[in-house]
């Protein structure tokens, strides 16, 4: 009978061999085969570096406005506490967890050429291009900012503060001395996190770029894929897209600090005294910002329009909707599924004091981050092609890639859970000498509430994916977010409110349950 | 002009109903199956004679019928492309993806000239501006005019879409090498370049901008179907450049009988009939009796190009368009 152990450390390095052949096999298609090779020219092609310059530009506008968004509201909450932050962060959470179709229907309903704000802008208004990029990522981010600098504020030494007040050190002195050294790394690894974020953005720019001078490398792949159906373009630009993002990347790897879902710590006892005129001020900005979360969701309920309601297809609708849930559902099983395979021989290598080979293991099971969504799904469908196997299997590689890409989140969700049991009861159980199956429920059972929030934020990642979707996707079958593209692109906005609704809704439950689980489970 | 319509579902041919009877799946583009395109008249017609199911499968324009096809190659589901134009035909037939057809084409108008034997017409018409003229007084009179303008302009990208490979022609026809700074010019005053010729429609529809690309034919639909005569065409001192659409057998077809059957059925006076108050351009045959407001439209002259010279030019003045109206 095979031991619990060998099984472990079996499928484990199965699993790890399942990863790295993926990657394999998308270097195979970016590799190039017949006529599509790896094209220099690229480099020197004007187009290329307008890309590149207009990723890099829009990516800095929209970082640097997301933290002048987020950073004085931070500082209101932390400092003013005013009634309903609660509720105001769990927002926060929900915008940025929103999947982008969403907000991009949102934003044509507020800012297009019939918009609800329309007349409040100037004459000259155009949403198409950088504005509506911009107006998309910044309210796709500044609420993960917001939470992330409400966090560094929130761990001010109780200490400092009052020694602060007591010597009553002016604002500007107060700033500086404290809150700057303690702010300055969260700006940084947020800022970055968002600037990453922002310069792979796909759907936003695909809904909102209006034309070749508001493209992005991502966009550009896709475009060289299936608008041109030129390979040399594709796996060139493919190229540099990985080489840039994954740089990027690879220079901060800050991912694993940020808790994203943190910052529900009650606020300390203390209060600062904050001058009667900034604390109106601050309340003002406040209800600015709770304005600005709201706006959104009120455009899409206000567009929805009963006659709307009356004629829409709700079998594509519900279809639709079946087949995200679908895709979802079985990239979510898969990464878990690997999740769990992959996280033992990792604690092993821990508990045998072998860092090296537990961080190698944790690399190789996180490593598809580093490479964009696109860039992976080109390569594979690319090499799909050169194999003559892309009908039968694009649904397969739909699934898997986006398990991949969930798989690291869900590792960050299940390690630390599954690391205590292994302390805990590793030694206890391996006495017991009880059977594989017995261990495995019994793992399952302990690990039940994270395994549940893991499974609700595979879930709410997968349900947004547009990228592979795009490359892998038939789009006579859209999923959701691909029928609200395809609604909202023939500016029937009525109908994508219906549809994004629907899929808010939903990514809201979602939300729920992952933070009702990761609250319980923390406890 | 494809049919203006704003209120019908996108994809109208997922399901293919479980049947003895064969199907036959036609890629077409989004705007031709929709409630109020030739979709499904054209359906319901050739359903009563095949003795089959007729599928269409849509995409977002022209263009992107052939990439579809080229992507699939051998593996695709299509037994007909319909909605191909002039300026597509000679790389799809390069491609291999066609092949030839037995449709008797003698009864086509004699100025279309026809002697493709792979490709049938089934509409033609000559792209141009529209505008409102409730907005717009003294519209542009020539490209130049609009190009140097202000106006805010949408068009559609010619990467994916026919009419906009038409824009594209038409730039190169009037400025032939500086075509790059005409670009850069337009650049400036576009409000949007869409995937397909729907999405641009509706946008200018709902006051996205002064000017759409769409077909000297579109204020017809609106006088026809909507009373309306505020909608029009503005005629172009430089000549207009034509769009013939077509359609072509897969060359991967299992019922190349069928396909046939379907082609021949498209030039028929009974399609034809149906074609140009839906797809609203302009029929293929004689004999076909049109509203009156046809008898309205601006009549421009022609700029020529053969199926051979775009070809020859079709992906150095993409690259020029796209680094020209990338600033």
Same mark, same amino acid.
């Given at each position: 009978?095979?031991?619990?152990?060998?099984?472990?450390?079996?499928?484990?390095?199965?699993?790890?061999?399942?990863?790295?052949?993926?990657?394999?096999?998308?270097?195979?298609?970016?590799?190039?085969?017949?006529?599509?090779?790896?094209?220099?020219?690229?480099?020197?092609?004007?187009?290329?570096?307008?890309?590149?310059?207009?990723?890099?530009?829009?990516?800095?506008?929209?970082?640097?406005?997301?933290?002048?968004?987020?950073?004085?509201?931070?500082?209101?909450?932390?400092?003013?506490?005013?009634?309903?932050?609660?509720?105001?962060?769990?927002?926060?959470?929900?915008?940025?967890?929103?999947?982008?179709?969403?907000?991009?229907?949102?934003?044509?309903?507020?800012?297009?050429?019939?918009?609800?704000?329309?007349?409040?802008?100037?004459?000259?208004?155009?949403?198409?291009?950088?504005?509506?990029?911009?107006?998309?990522?910044?309210?796709?981010?500044?609420?993960?900012?917001?939470?992330?600098?409400?966090?560094?504020?929130?761990?001010?030494?109780?200490?400092?503060?009052?020694?602060?007040?007591?010597?009553?050190?002016?604002?500007?002195?107060?700033? +500086? &001395? #404290?809150?700057?050294?303690?702010? /300055? @790394?969260? =700006?940084? !690894?947020? $800022?970055?996190?968002?600037?990453? %974020?922002?310069?792979?953005?796909?759907?936003?720019?695909?809904?909102?770029?209006?034309?070749?001078?508001?493209?992005?490398?991502?966009?550009?792949?896709?475009?060289?894929?299936?608008?041109?159906?030129?390979?040399?373009?594709?796996?060139?630009?493919?190229?540099?897209?990985?080489?840039?993002?994954?740089?990027?990347?690879?220079?901060?790897?800050?991912?694993?600090?940020?808790?994203?879902?943190?910052?529900?710590?009650?606020?300390?006892?203390?209060?600062?005294?904050?001058?009667?005129?900034?604390?109106?001020?601050?309340?003002?900005?406040?209800?600015?910002?709770?304005?600005?979360?709201?706006?959104?969701?009120?455009?899409?309920?206000?567009?929805?329009?009963?006659?709307?309601?009356?004629?829409?297809?709700? +079998? &594509? #609708?519900?279809?639709?909707?079946? /087949? @995200?849930? =679908?895709? !979802?559902? $079985?990239?979510?099983?898969?990464? %878990?599924?690997?999740?769990?395979?992959?996280?033992?021989?990792?604690?092993?290598?821990?508990?045998?004091?072998?860092?090296?080979?537990?961080?190698?293991?944790?690399?190789?099971?996180?490593?598809?981050?580093?490479?964009?969504?696109?860039?992976?799904?080109?390569?594979?469908?690319?090499?799909?092609?050169?194999?003559?196997?892309?009908?039968?299997?694009?649904?397969?590689?739909?699934?898997?890639?986006?398990?991949?890409?969930?798989?690291?989140?869900?590792?960050?969700?299940?390690?630390?859970?599954?690391?205590?049991?292994?302390?805990?009861?590793?030694?206890?159980?391996?006495?017991?000498?009880?059977?594989?199956?017995?261990?495995?429920?019994?793992?399952?059972?302990?690990?039940?509430?994270?395994?549940?929030?893991?499974?609700?934020?595979?879930?709410?990642?997968?349900?947004?994916?547009?990228?592979?979707?795009?490359?892998?996707?038939?789009?006579?079958?859209?999923?959701?977010?691909?029928?609200?593209?395809?609604?909202?692109?023939?500016?029937?906005?009525?109908?994508?409110?219906?549809?994004?609704?629907?899929?808010?809704?939903?990514?809201?439950?979602?939300?729920?349950?992952?933070?009702?689980?990761?609250?319980?489970?923390?406890? | 002009?494809?049919?203006?319509?704003?209120?019908?579902?996108?994809?109208?041919?997922?399901?293919?109903?479980?049947?003895?009877?064969?199907?036959?799946?036609?890629?077409?583009?989004?705007?031709?199956?929709?409630?109020?395109?030739?979709?499904?008249?054209?359906?319901?017609?050739?359903?009563?004679?095949?003795?089959?199911?007729?599928?269409?499968?849509?995409?977002?324009?022209?263009?992107?019928?052939?990439?579809?096809?080229?992507?699939?190659?051998?593996?695709?589901?299509?037994?007909?492309?319909?909605?191909?134009?002039?300026?597509?035909?000679?790389?799809?037939?390069?491609?291999?993806?066609?092949?030839?057809?037995?449709?008797?084409?003698?009864?086509?108008?004699?100025?279309?000239?026809?002697?493709?034997?792979?490709?049938?017409?089934?509409?033609?018409?000559?792209?141009?501006?529209?505008?409102?003229?409730?907005?717009?007084?003294?519209?542009?009179?020539?490209?130049?005019?609009?190009?140097?303008?202000?106006?805010?302009?949408?068009?559609?990208?010619?990467?994916?879409?026919?009419?906009?490979?038409?824009?594209?022609?038409?730039?190169?026809?009037?400025?032939?090498?500086?075509?790059?700074?005409?670009?850069?010019?337009?650049?400036?005053?576009?409000?949007?370049?869409?995937?397909?010729?729907?999405?641009?429609?509706?946008?200018?529809?709902?006051?996205?901008?002064?000017?759409?690309?769409?077909?000297?034919?579109?204020?017809?639909?609106?006088?026809?179907?909507?009373?309306?005569?505020?909608?029009?065409?503005?005629?172009?001192?430089?000549?207009?450049?034509?769009?013939?659409?077509?359609?072509?057998?897969?060359?991967?077809?299992?019922?190349?009988?069928?396909?046939?059957?379907?082609?021949?059925?498209?030039?028929?006076?009974?399609?034809?009939?149906?074609?140009?108050?839906?797809?609203?351009?302009?029929?293929?045959?004689?004999?076909?009796?049109?509203?009156?407001?046809?008898?309205?439209?601006?009549?421009?002259?022609?700029?020529?190009?053969?199926?051979?010279?775009?070809?020859?030019?079709?992906?150095?003045?993409?690259?020029?368009?796209?680094?020209?109206?990338?600033?």
């Amino acid at each position: 009978m095979p031991t619990l152990r060998s099984v472990q450390q079996l499928s484990g390095y199965a699993a790890l061999a399942c990863l790295i052949a993926v990657t394999f096999l998308a270097f195979q298609g970016l590799a190039g085969f017949n006529n599509a090779r790896f094209d220099p020219e690229l480099l020197r092609d004007p187009y290329t570096l307008k890309i590149l310059k207009f990723s890099l530009w829009q990516a800095s506008l929209s970082t640097l406005i997301s933290l002048l968004v987020a950073w004085p509201l931070a500082r209101i909450l932390y400092r003013l506490n005013p009634t309903g932050t609660q509720q105001f962060l769990r927002l926060c959470l929900l915008a940025f967890v929103t999947p982008t179709l969403v907000v991009i229907t949102s934003t044509m309903v507020l800012f297009g050429p019939q918009g609800l704000l329309r007349e409040f802008l100037p004459a000259q208004w155009k949403l198409f291009g950088l504005n509506g990029i911009l107006i998309a990522h910044v309210y796709l981010n500044f609420p993960l900012a917001l939470r992330i600098l409400l966090q560094s504020y929130q761990s001010l030494p109780l200490g400092s503060e009052r020694l602060a007040s007591q010597l009553k050190l002016s604002s500007w002195q107060r700033f +500086r &001395v #404290l809150e700057w050294p303690q702010l /300055r @790394s969260s =700006l940084l !690894a947020v $800022g970055t996190l968002i600037f990453i %974020l922002c310069f792979n953005s796909f759907a936003v720019v695909l809904a909102l770029g209006g034309g070749p001078s508001a493209t992005t490398f991502e966009l550009a792949i896709y475009q060289a894929l299936k608008y041109q159906f030129n390979l040399s373009e594709a796996l060139t630009l493919s190229w540099f897209q990985f080489a840039i993002a994954g740089s990027l990347f690879a220079l901060t790897a800050l991912l694993s600090k940020i808790d994203w879902l943190g910052a529900r710590r009650r606020m300390q006892g203390w209060q600062p005294d904050v001058h009667q005129i900034l604390r109106k001020l601050g309340l003002v900005l406040y209800l600015c910002g709770w304005l600005v979360m709201l706006l959104p969701l009120f455009a899409l309920l206000s567009s929805i329009e009963p006659t709307k309601l009356a004629n829409l297809d709700y +079998r &594509v #609708l519900l279809m639709s909707l079946g /087949r @995200s849930l =679908l895709i !979802a559902l $079985g990239a979510t099983l898969t990464a %878990l599924l690997l999740a769990l395979v992959l996280l033992p021989p990792q604690i092993e290598a821990l508990k045998q004091h072998r860092p090296v080979k537990a961080a190698l293991i944790n690399w190789i099971s996180t490593h598809h981050l580093v490479a964009p969504a696109m860039v992976l799904s080109t390569g594979i469908y690319i090499w799909l092609l050169s194999s003559g196997a892309l009908k039968q299997w694009s649904t397969f590689w739909l699934v898997l890639l986006n398990a991949l890409l969930v798989l690291p989140f869900l590792l960050t969700q299940l390690r630390t859970n599954s690391r205590a049991y292994q302390q805990q009861y590793g030694a206890l159980i391996a006495n017991l000498n009880l059977s594989l199956l017995v261990r495995s429920s019994i793992y399952l059972r302990y690990l039940k509430r994270p395994l549940m929030s893991a499974f609700a934020l595979g879930l709410l990642l997968a349900l947004g994916d547009v990228s592979i979707f795009a490359i892998f996707g038939s789009y006579d079958a859209p999923t959701l977010p691909w029928l609200i593209y395809s609604y909202a692109g023939s500016y029937r906005l009525g109908e994508a409110s219906i549809a994004s609704t629907l899929l808010l809704l939903i990514c809201a439950l979602l939300l729920l349950v992952l933070e009702k689980s990761h609250h319980q489970s923390k406890v | 002009m494809r049919s203006a319509v704003l209120s019908a579902a996108i994809a109208v041919s997922i399901a293919t109903p479980v049947s003895a009877a064969p199907t036959l799946n036609v890629y077409t583009y989004d705007s031709f199956v929709s409630e109020w395109g030739p979709g499904p008249g054209l359906k319901e017609a050739f359903e009563k004679q095949c003795g089959c199911t007729l599928n269409f499968i849509a995409v977002e324009d022209g263009v992107s019928i052939l990439n579809r096809s080229r992507i699939e190659g051998a593996s695709t589901e299509a037994d007909v492309l319909l909605g191909l134009d002039l300026g597509l035909v000679t790389e799809t037939a390069e491609l291999g993806l066609v092949q030839a057809h037995k449709v008797d084409t003698s009864a086509l108008k004699a100025e279309l000239n026809w002697q493709d034997s792979q490709f049938v017409p089934f509409d033609y018409g000559h792209f141009a501006f529209i505008y409102d003229s409730r907005k717009i007084d003294s519209p542009a009179t020539s490209l130049k005019q609009l190009i140097d303008s202000d106006a805010s302009v949408i068009y559609q990208d010619p990467r994916t879409s026919t009419p906009g490979q038409g824009m594209m022609l038409w730039v190169n026809g009037v400025y032939a090498d500086q075509s790059a700074s005409a670009w850069a010019k337009l650049a400036q005053h576009t409000e949007t370049v869409t995937k397909g010729w729907w999405e641009a429609y509706s946008l200018f529809l709902e006051g996205g901008a002064d000017y759409v690309l769409s077909y000297t034919t579109s204020p017809a639909y609106h006088q026809v179907a909507e009373g309306v005569d505020h909608y029009k065409a503005a005629q172009f001192s430089e000549g207009h450049v034509a769009q013939v659409e077509v359609a072509a057998i897969s060359a991967y077809t299992e019922q190349p009988e069928l396909a046939n059957q379907f082609l021949q059925f498209l030039i028929s006076p009974e399609a034809q009939a149906i074609i140009p108050v839906t797809n609203w351009m302009l029929p293929v045959i004689d004999g076909i009796e049109l509203p009156e407001a046809f008898d309205k439209l601006v009549t421009p002259d022609t700029i020529d190009f053969t199926p051979q010279a775009i070809a020859a030019n079709r992906a150095a003045w993409i690259k020029t368009w796209r680094d020209s109206a990338a600033n």
